[in-house]
């Protein structure tokens, strides 16, 4: 028992590193007191603490339910990749198992936090952290956009709206790795920069910050480097 949570505090402390990691690139959490904003509640999903979501009130009643939903969802998916890794894990025999990874344990787990809550806007930054043995796990951000006012659940291409838009972030994205380190070692070209629909994204008051990751190859950024979060001012895509 004492070696389960030992491991189980060590992976929590991974966890926050590479949160704090990913935040040096990504942009504080911006605020206005003039503005309308949320208030938030911690949840851990079926009562498992290492699976992290917020729910918000404060706001509209009919918003605020659209936004906890999306978040339970959310939620519930990352409880469904939780349960496959503890799957895969009881599937590996245990001296085999014990040769990938440290402590003989794969381990999933979720966190989040709040890049922007104001000007009526609220972004949320929903990292899945798996790991299934090696030097280290994979992680995946997904940002959800929401309007405080309606609950409605922005996807890019509600703010990126023709294909010029797109075109013209790529170019401003482009400019800015091609010449930043530790991004210009690697970001040489305009198709070396891939903004779409599947792209991440964060408000902020002026604009929005485009998150870039790579799940397996590391292109623009090394694994210790964490993921980008580029400004994009609204004057390029408007």
């Known amino acids: 028992m ?3 949570s030992s491991f189980l505090r060590m992976v929590s402390a991974v966890l926050l590193i590479m949160v704090f990691s990913f935040s040096f690139f990504a942009p504080s959490t911006d605020s206005d007191a003039s503005s309308q904003k949320a ?3 911690k949840h851990s999903y079926k009562g498992i603490y290492l699976l992290r979501y917020p729910q918000v009130y404060g706001i509209n009643k009919n918003a605020a339910s659209k936004i906890n939903s999306t978040l339970k969802k959310a939620a519930e998916k990352s409880y469904n990749s939780y349960l496959n890794v503890k799957k895969a894990e009881k599937e590996v025999p245990k001296k085999e198992l014990c040769k990938k990874t440290p402590k003989c344990k794969y381990s999933f787990n979720s966190l989040y ?5 104001s000007n009526g806007k609220l972004s949320i930054y929903y990292l899945e952290y798996t790991y299934t043995g090696g030097a280290h796990g994979k992680g995946k951000v997904t940002m959800y956009n929401f309007d405080l006012s309606t609950g409605k659940h922005y ?5 990126l709206k023709t294909s010029c838009n797109y075109k013209k972030v790529q170019k401003y994205a482009f400019k800015y790795l091609s010449t930043h380190k530790p991004y210009s ?4 070209q305009l198709s070396d920069v891939t903004v779409n629909k599947n792209s991440q994204f964060s408000f ?12 397996d190859e590391y292109e623009i950024a090394s694994y210790d480097d964490g ?3 580029i400004k994009i001012p609204k004057s390029v895509y408007q």
């Open 2 to 4: 004492k070696k389960r």
């Open 39 to 41: 208030e938030f509640t």
């Open 113 to 117: 936090q709040v890049k922007h809550n």
């Open 155 to 159: 996807k890019i291409d509600d703010i």
């Open 185 to 188: 070692h690697s970001v040489f």
């Open 204 to 215: 902020y008051k002026d604009g929005i910050y485009l998150l870039f990751q790579d799940y």
């Open 227 to 229: 993921n980008p979060f």
